[in-house]
């Protein structure tokens, strides 16, 4: 028996027949309360959503170590109400004794499709939710701590106070999480700002924090004298939503923020100096990551003294590594010579710290190098130039762009050398802060050609006899101009792939075309995308795709986070049956045009608005467009707006007369059906190929 049928079987017992669904958004995770589990242990959670999770059969959890089930509902189908507006659910987190502590992204399975993310705090240390009225000193909830404390910032002016008993000589840390939290929240729009106040009995202020970890608080503090203390948290502006819940994680263990060396390479033993609170002195430690560590971050639990800690960002990286030295490096005299490819590890180690590091080239030699800091959490903000012997900047960079997101960390791509020479790389915080958690890995390294590639969305839905479109698009590094052939591994039960790809040249987006059979089961599974390319002398290329979890932002912007899971799901037969096309391949002549007729099948009753479309756009925005270049849609010529239970369209497609020739490239065909103002299901009909013949 498969996994889906088990799955199925599991959970019939209040499922209704799938025939009496009709079509609603996929739900929208908001919040999840409470937002920690305890490692080792197995909770209940209450999930709260827009839109019904009526129907929910799984959840997904990324990372590993913790994993959820669906606690059936007491709401009850009726026939009078088939499938109720289920937007409170109970789950159940199980997190294994040894699951690395931190963030989990996880979702829900629904017949209407994937749920957007919510997120998840795995803690240490026995969840205390807040409860009844704790809205003033006098009514503190009483915590014995350690404890990681949950609640929510639920309304206008709410503060939340919490009492606890401390020792003389007591350390403990305070580490909230609340607006880190909000980040991938489909449709929270505003996010909370939270303060933490640390109190005495007699309401004296000990120490408050503000933004530690982004808007997030952060407190280690000594306690000199046993006694009573209150805990104060709120919204700093004192606004308040029914969604904002946060968890605060009161340790008296070691809590690290920064390592030095920030990298490390895999199977060999690392000296690291540590950085944060609570911490033996000297700070130091010796890691060695098991020899099979991939290379990029890693989360460890670094063995202090008797204690592990917190989880610390860790990179691991393949490129032979060197430390800053001892010496004076501030000057471009002083400039420590390296060899590329290198990963230097440094420190802006004081206020005003400026590192200089010096190569040689050749005229016309090409590099770069690139920061990596505040993505692992240091609190360099860095500043990067490239310098010649005469200490002229040649090149500068502040923040770098990653896909459709900018990062403070620096980033110099595919600098040229004007000349055979000495060159200086410079590194530097923006404002010139420093001190022990200012840490780097400054990758150098010469240029080659690679790609990188994007997925606009997290999930693609399906419903069986229907298709599915995954628009990639890459972003061409260093002279990379090849053409990407694109790959997707792990889809569920019934569902099969065609891959497109990217043209070479100005090519950007390609398509993959999802189907699901007729008798597809209900399913889900997490997919992996990737593209791969030979270079001209026969190397080859490979990237894995990453991708973006859309949010809504105030006033309806579209924003993005990058995420790890992908996810395609069948759900249960919706509003569209099959999206039907009058041929499977288009050959356009320079100048021409050519035409496909479009019929898609409705499900009994449904006479809404269908709009057909080549390209995945959002209001006014492309965000997926696989045609060959000078190939368009004729909007004036096609009838794309099927209105009432209209069936039948028309995609004309023109080729403009100097269009190159190209050869079987994969477009798909939409039918998109409006959910409300900014949201659409879609539909895709099977590929269509297109080819522009030679004039
Ligand atoms: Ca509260
Ligand atoms: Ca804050
Ligand atoms: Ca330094
Ligand atoms: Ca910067």
Redesign the pocket.
Known sequence: MSRNTLILAGCLAWLPAASAWAQTSYPMLMSVKPVAAQVGQTSEHTVSSRASMWGAYQVLVSGTGVTGEVVPPETKATEKDPRPNLQSLKVRFTVAPDALPGVRDFRIATPQGVSTLGQLVIARDPVVS?SGK?DSPAEANQVTVPATVC????KAE?V?YFQFQAEAGAALSFHMRAMRLQDRIHDLQQHCDPILTLRNAAGVTLAASDNYFFGDPFIGYRFEHAGEYLLE?RDVRYQGNQYWEYSLEISDQPFVTNAYPLAVAAGAPTDLQLAGFQLPDPAQVSVTLAAETPPGPSWQGLAVGDAISNPVPLIVSDLPLISESEMDNGTVEQAQAIAVPAGINGRIETEGDIDCYSFEAAKGDKFSFEVLARRHQSELDSHLRILDSQGRQLALNDDLRLGIRNYADSWIEDWTAPADGRYIVEIRDLHLRGGQPFVYLLRAARSQPYFELYVDTDKTPLTPGTGGAIYVRTVRKNGFDGEIQLHIDGLPEGVTATCGRILAGKGKDGCIVLQASGDAPLGVSNVTIRGTATLPGGEQLTAQASNYQETYQPGGGRGHWPVEMHTVSVGAPSDILSVTLSTAELVLQPGGTQQVEVTIERAEGFDKNVTLDVAYRHLNSVYGDSLPEGVTLDTGASKTLLTGGTTQGLIVLKAAADAPPVQQQQIVVMANVSLNFVMKATYASQPLLITVPEK
């Open positions: 807040e704790n609640g929510a910032i639920e709410d939340d948290i």
